[in-house]
């Protein structure tokens, strides 16, 4: 059953990355369909990885205490976005 939320990628990789990764995948006990989750995850955590590289380079003149408080009042805010929309049990 095809999954609705999915979208088809055409991509070109070297054929040594290629093998390396269908290897991979093999003595893991992997099949092709997980070829996709992985490239999915992979690029997941490559955008994560870039984004995080781009805020530090934003914030890498801040002086360490300053930056500390606006982690701060981020976590905090977000602490009682949170406990705003938790469910009362």
Known sequence: MPDDNATRWTVSVSKSTDIALRTFLAQRGMKKGDLSRFVEEAVQWRVLDKTISEARTQFEDMPA?????????????????????????
């Open 65 to 89: 205490d300053e930056l500390q408080q606006l982690i701060d009042e981020a976590t905090e805010s977000v602490r009682g976005d949170i406990a705003a929309i938790k469910p009362c049990e």
